[in-house]
């Protein structure tokens, strides 16, 4: 069995001080690390992808959009930084070595309307997600999405909604990822889900 850990537990920006976390987790049986990219320029992974492969570490990573960046919204001009931002985290991917990018960035993470998703922000998800899937797919690198509860978005709440936003994607680097944290919240049945 393989067991993983993700860094937003201690920081949220990978820095020198994160090395002595990895080094302790490697010691204690990790064989995995979940890293969280926000920002950053793909340049500066590279050394990170070679410090984890002399630990022995696999990662993959870890992201959100904001509001400022959200592939839903009505603003073309905001939908488009988000698809942006979520390609340079695909190149951060690429350089630190991860072939997973995982997370909750289908939508605005904390960002709330009032009310379910709309046809149109459904659609601008999909659109979204579809550039993005397309640049994955190029360079080797499976988008995880999770859902999450609804007290932390309103976009994707369950593993129906997920599996639906995915096949209307069509791109097999497209996928889910089933967090049980979440699912125990929002499912009826964990094990029906």
């Known amino acids: 069995m393989r067991y993983g850990m993700n860094l937003l537990l201690w920081?949220?920006?990978?820095?020198?001080?994160?090395?002595?976390?990895?080094?302790?987790?490697?010691?204690?049986?990790?064989?995995?690390?979940?890293?969280?990219?926000?920002?950053?320029?793909?340049?500066?992974?590279?050394?990170?992808?070679?410090?984890?492969?002399?630990?022995?570490?696999?990662?993959?990573?870890?992201?959100v959009r904001t509001a400022d960046d959200n592939p839903i919204s009505r603003d073309r001009n905001t939908r488009e930084l988000g698809i942006a931002r979520t390609k340079r985290t695909i190149d951060c991917c690429e350089a630190i070595g991860a072939k997973l990018l995982a997370g909750p960035y289908h939508s605005a993470l904390g960002e709330f309307s009032g009310k379910g998703p709309t046809t149109e922000e459904w659609g601008y998800g999909v659109e979204s997600m579809q550039k993005v899937a397309e640049y994955a797919e190029r360079r080797g690198i499976t988008l995880g999405l999770e859902y999450l509860n609804r007290f932390e978005c309103?976009?994707?709440?369950?593993?129906?909604?997920?599996?639906?936003?995915?096949?209307?994607?069509?791109?097999?680097?497209?996928?889910?990822?089933?967090?049980?944290?979440?699912?125990?919240?929002?499912?009826k049945s964990v094990q029906a889900s």
Not at 173 to 180: A, K, L, N
């Open 11 to 63: 920081t949220d920006e990978l820095t020198d001080s994160a090395l002595p976390i990895l080094e302790k987790l490697k010691a204690i049986g990790y064989t995995n690390v979940e890293i969280p990219i926000m920002k950053g320029d793909p340049d500066s992974f590279y050394k990170w992808g070679q410090k984890l492969d002399d630990l022995g570490l696999e990662r993959s990573v870890v992201t």
């Open 154 to 187: 309103y976009f994707l709440n369950s593993a129906e909604d997920t599996v639906r936003f995915v096949k209307a994607v069509k791109n097999p680097s497209c996928q889910m990822i089933y967090d049980t944290f979440h699912a125990h919240i929002e499912e």
